[in-house]
């Protein structure tokens, strides 16, 4: 399977000189993006931009995949993935939920406990370890260049906005007003909550390893990588007003390929005709706050490893035809759950929405059988 190896992404494959000859185009590219994004756009999707090339630095040298972490606490009772994500989890919280209190213009990510949420988490976490990434997995890997996530990236922008289309269908079928913890209780109760839950659920982790969260015996990678994902996620939340999100930037592309296609009308869909929706919909790209992170992340990634992971072999046509299959189903599934790993655990946890701890348990346990339906497809 495409997996990225353990040996730091950042060692130079020839000589320093040859890295930066390979690095130098890139830093060219994203400087003159982000001037032209200051001089043309806003000052915001310029510092947005490079607060996205941050998030993918961080989360491919750390090798910070939370597909994997989850992967390798099921198969191979390892939990340092995952203490590194209740890690990211705590130290966001900690910064968030001050400045959602501070600054009443800032947005939790608010999703709403519903038929929608519950089946979207559990198809998504299946369909994640099919394909070995979720939606920050799949663009950072699509940024360092391993193949089957870049021949996915496409397709989950095309799910993405099939599950958007379809959204109020699946809303029909039931679903709650959102519950947003900082709102309920204040930043103080909300935060404390917080972390008292998460340290139930690493209390539980620790059990089912058989290890103890311990900050000496975790990798360093999961914990600086925590600390700066935690870091840029922040400022996204501070800069763009929004917590940080991948999935709507992906539906978006795809709402904007289908309607410039004439193969779909906005206007006679009920998520896409909401104004703020359309809105975005005619806009240009570059105005998006997800969408132009997404575009930071990609570059960041391959800015760490501007190579071919080493590991990378071919896989069969099957193993390509369900991979692909997989990278849809993620796109679909992780609109009807308001998010993935990131928009949903990431952002909704730490930002005292009820949704992100609905996501968890179920996304995990689509998880429990996707480890076995990949196991069985020789990935």
Same mark, same amino acid.
Request: aromatic share 10%.
């Given at each position: ?171 029909? %079928?039931? /679903?709650? +007003? =959102?519950? $947003?913890? #900082? ?6 109760? @909300?935060? &404390? !909550? *917080? ?42 939340? %501070?800069? /763009?007003? +929004? =917590?940080? $999100?991948? #999935? ?6 795809? @709402?904007? &390929? !289908? *309607? ?44 760490? /490893? ?74």
């Amino acid at each position: 399977m495409n997996t990225l190896v353990d040996s730091p992404l950042t060692a130079a494959p020839a000589g320093t000189g040859r890295v930066w000859s390979k690095r130098w185009p890139i830093a060219v590219a994203v400087l003159a993006l982000f001037g032209w994004l200051l001089w043309s756009v806003s000052a915001r999707q310029a510092l947005l931009l490079l607060v996205g090339v941050g998030l993918g630095w961080a989360l491919a040298a750390a090798r910070f995949g939370f597909t994997t972490g989850w992967r390798h606490l099921i198969e191979q009772k390892d939990p340092s993935g995952v203490y590194g994500q209740i890690v990211l989890l705590a130290v966001l919280a900690a910064l968030s939920m001050p400045l959602l209190a501070q600054f009443p213009e800032t947005q939790a990510a608010l999703g709403p406990p519903s038929v929608s949420l519950l089946v979207g988490a559990f198809v998504f976490g299946l369909a994640m370890q099919i394909s070995d990434g979720c939606g920050s997995g799949t663009l950072y890997k699509a940024g360092l260049g391993v193949p089957l996530n870049m021949a996915i990236l496409p397709l989950f922008a095309l799910g993405s906005f099939a599950g958007s289309a379809h959204l109020n269908g699946w809303l029909a %079928l039931g /679903a709650l +007003q =959102p519950v $947003g913890l #900082v709102q309920q209780w204040g930043a103080g109760t @909300a935060l &404390a !909550a *917080t972390l008292a839950a998460l340290a139930v659920v690493a209390v539980g982790v620790g059990r089912w390893s058989g290890q103890r969260f311990s900050f000496n015996s975790m990798p360093r990678r999961w914990l600086w990588g925590a600390l700066a994902i935690a870091l840029f996620a922040a400022l996204n939340l %501070l800069i /763009a007003g +929004q =917590p940080w $999100g991948v #999935v709507y930037g992906f539906g978006l592309w795809g @709402a904007k &390929a !289908a *309607t410039a296609l004439g193969l779909f009308d906005p206007a006679a869909n009920a998520f896409w005709s909401d104004p703020g929706h359309a809105e975005r919909l005619h806009q240009t790209l570059l105005l998006d706050v997800t969408s132009i992170t997404n575009i930071g992340i990609l570059a960041g990634a391959l800015w760490v /490893a501007p190579r071919r992971p080493q590991d990378a072999r071919p896989l069969t046509g099957a193993q390509w035809a369900v991979g692909l299959l997989a990278g849809f189903v993620l796109g679909y599934s992780s609109r009807l759950a308001f998010g993935c790993n990131v928009g949903a655990m990431v952002s909704g946890i730490s930002t005292g929405s009820l949704h992100g701890w609905i996501w968890v348990p179920m996304a995990f346990a689509g998880s429990l059988i996707g480890v076995r339906v990949r196991r069985r497809l020789g990935f």
